[in-house]
């Protein structure tokens, strides 16, 4: 069964202070790794899609990195609005769906 | 152009009552998925929509819920007799095509119903 862990939990960042927030995956077959970002009381909103290891994507202060065995989602000189909730997820072999982690709830803080 | 959609946005119901949740994908995807959303838990898979069918329903939690997409387009997930436990927050999404075939598309999600089970 797909598995999907994200780390930490939680984070908390000063206006400009540069973090990376992990995404570590157990699949067979990888098809994507997409990251989405979620404020409270919202639906997700697609970020990237990352298909093979090596790949990296890029989007305003957000980077994100795929390996064989996890992603990174990279946040350089964070502001106030980057903070959400970012979601990784897995698809994988024959399934049709998203397999989700539990997300790393980030808050920056002026 | 327009995302989509999902109505109510807020449901309230008495545990037993059936409830009718609606998703409208954005215009031309011809997949479509629901997935819940729990307090403090990831999001869950429920049903995928190839057109009107439905390939995969694995994750139907019971045979109270079940889902229908008409027109390749609309889609409602009915939950019957409903119990607290399914309190959540439901989310649709669309895609472009499935993600059984070559390659995976993205998901774009809506906003998704809040359901209350007092």
């Known amino acids: 069964e797909d598995q999907v862990t994200q780390s930490p939990e939680a984070l908390r960042l000063q206006e400009g202070e540069s973090s990376s927030l992990n995404c570590s995956y157990t699949v067979s077959g990888l098809r994507g790794l997409f990251w989405y970002r979620q404020d409270p009381g919202k639906g997700p909103e697609f970020l990237f899609t990352l298909y093979s290891a090596g790949e990296e994507k890029e989007k305003e202060r957000l980077k994100a990195t795929l390996t064989k065995k996890e992603s990174f989602l990279h946040i350089t000189a964070p502001k106030p609005e980057d903070s959400a909730t970012y979601l990784c997820?897995?698809?994988?072999?024959?399934?049709?769906?998203?397999?989700f982690g539990t997300g790393t709830r980030l808050q920056v803080t002026l | 152009g327009a995302g989509v959609s999902q109505s109510p946005s807020n449901k309230v119901t008495e545990k037993g009552k059936d409830v009718e949740l609606r998703c409208d994908p954005i215009?031309?995807?011809?997949?479509l998925y629901w997935y819940r959303q729990s307090l403090g838990q990831g999001l869950e898979f429920l049903i995928y929509f190839q057109g009107n069918s439905a390939p995969d329903k694995s994750g139907l939690p019971s045979d109270r819920f079940s889902a229908e997409r008409t027109g390749g387009s609309v889609s409602t997930l009915t939950i019957q007799r409903t119990q607290q436990e399914d309190s959540a927050v439901y989310l649709c999404?669309?895609?472009?095509?499935?993600?059984?075939?070559?390659?995976?598309?993205?998901?774009?999600f809506g906003p998704g119903t809040r359901l209350t089970v007092t």
């Open positions: 215009s031309g995807h011809t997949a």
């Open positions: 999404a669309s895609s472009r095509q499935g993600l059984a075939g070559a390659s995976a598309y993205e998901q774009y």
């Open positions: 997820a897995v698809n994988a072999g024959t399934a049709s769906k998203l397999t």
